[in-house]
């Protein structure tokens, strides 16, 4: 993700509205709030969406795959209309975070994947933004319009990559259980 940051900052920093780099008591005061709250703040969402909307909706069908691809649906779209955006694109990127770390839960079987990630992608995006608002109040717009176009799809593949990561790595540690 901080990879994907610095391209986003590279190619379209005012698409994020940083304004240049700044170290002031807010910056810090955002950092000091940001970095104990974000771990328990993404814990909660990957629990609720992921730990029991997504099993819930799926509850409905019998069949596996279907029961998957609609909790996969229903959790999804819920992730992305509570973040708030009015942007298609941004509202875009929620829906395949989601699916991402949806689908990292069936790989690995568990929560703790999809919760690291989530929480890595939210303290490396916010950390950089804080640093990056010139000394002022970060605020992320979601107005329509306000996402940078196509800027989010850097991001998007950072979601899918850290998605193959945890596959190929899934794929490995069983293929070594069975030897």
């Not at 829906?95 to 929560?111: K, N, Q, W």
Request: overall charge neutral; glycine content about 12%; proline content about 3%.
């Amino acid at each position: 993700m901080g990879l994907a940051m610095a391209v986003v900052g590279l190619t379209a920093s005012e698409a994020v509205g940083w304004t240049g780099f700044g170290l002031t008591g807010t910056t810090v005061g955002i950092l000091v709030v940001i970095v104990p709250s974000t771990p328990i703040q993404t814990t909660g969402e990957e629990i609720m969406f992921r730990g029991a909307v997504l099993p819930a909706a799926g509850s409905w069908f019998r069949s596996v795959k279907p029961a998957f691809i609609t909790g996969l649906v229903v959790s999804s779209l819920m992730f992305a209309f509570l973040h708030g955006s009015s942007d298609p694109i941004l509202f875009a990127y929620y829906i395949v975070f989601s699916v991402c770390t949806a689908v990292m839960g069936l790989i690995t079987r568990g929560l703790e994947a999809a919760i690291a990630f989530h929480t890595a992608n939210n303290l490396v995006t916010t950390t950089i933004n804080a640093l990056f608002a010139g000394g002022g109040a970060v605020a992320v717009e979601r107005s329509e319009g306000s996402a940078g176009g196509l800027t989010l799809l850097v991001p998007a593949a950072a979601s899918l990559a850290a998605l193959a990561m945890v596959w190929f790595r899934e794929r490995a540690r069983r293929t070594v259980e069975r030897v």
